[in-house]
């Protein structure tokens, strides 16, 4: 009896495994990089596969505009920056829906010299500050609204450390998986580094998003999607990551191993994919208040059009249930 279950089950498995894998594409949102590693894992690993999904990651950059990409249909599913943008797809009705938030931190930052009287994120308030055009327009008017930051301070950023370098009373934005790497190696300083997510900044990061005729069509693809990516990045994160960073380095050659190794440390140890809710029910974890929370701060600030629903921008049947953490 046992014997004819168990080669059932197996010609069951394998009439599974025979059908063709659901084709899907995931849009990036910038050039690959380690804070991508759980998605680059899943493919390395075979999570996807295993999940019956035959996924492309199709890579950013400083050139495309990925998420219009999938507002238009062209891919199925987009790692959005920020819940911002979950936002303004509201505001603008555009049927985009936020499934997961990988990164329970934004890992933006702004950076100081140290001993240059900037040592505090209070002290920051009175330096020139070189600040990225999408950061001014969304995170800069909350950052004046709650801390007191000034316009007038305002120094334009464009991914060149070379003024921040330069001038002793000065900050600048990055990210703290990456700029304080760089800065170390071309200015040959640590810098103070101030996670605005640890002064406040509530925002999830490295969402999955999806649109939503996509979503009512094939809901499953969209739940083993997800799931397979929260296994790549409990795998990446806590397991063998070689073969991820290979194909990172393959799609983006100016990605070495050392920046991989600052930058998988980083998120450690700020807690950008593990803390908060994460910790109890999952990478990936989404709480309603807390997205309204942020809403309404950023309604405060001037950053996001009043009288939204947030929660209809938010499809959450496939995270909160603890997947992966027995088996960190």
Known sequence: MFRTVFFACV?????????????????????????????????????????????????????????????????????????????SALAEDIPIVTLAAIFQKDPLIFMSHPGAGFDRFEDLTRAKAFVGLATLTTVWPWME?????????????????????????????????????????????QPNVFLLADHGFETYSTTIETRRDFLEKHPDVARRFVEASILGWVHYLHGDNAAANAAIKAQNPDIDDALIAFSIAQMKAFGIVESGDALTKGIGAIDLARVQRHYAEMVEAGAAAKGLDVAKGLDLRFVNHGLGLEGK
């Open 11 to 87: 010609l069951v498995f394998h009439s599974v495994a025979a059908q063709a894998a659901d084709k899907v594409t995931f849009a990036a949102n910038w050039l690959a990089q380690p804070e991508h590693g759980g998605f680059y894992q899943a493919l390395a690993d075979g999570a996807y596969a295993k999940y019956g999904l035959d996924v492309t990651i199709l890579p950013g950059g400083p050139q495309k505009n990925n998420r219009l990409l999938l507002a238009a249909g062209k891919v199925d599913f987009y790692m959005g920056d920020n819940i911002i943008g979950q936002f």
């Open 145 to 189: 609204k709650k801390w007191g930051f000034s316009r007038k301070n305002v120094a334009p950023y464009n991914y060149n450390s070379a003024p921040f370098i330069a001038n002793k009373s000065s900050i600048q934005q990055g990210y703290a998986t990456s700029e304080p790497f760089a800065i170390a190696r071309d200015g040959g300083f």
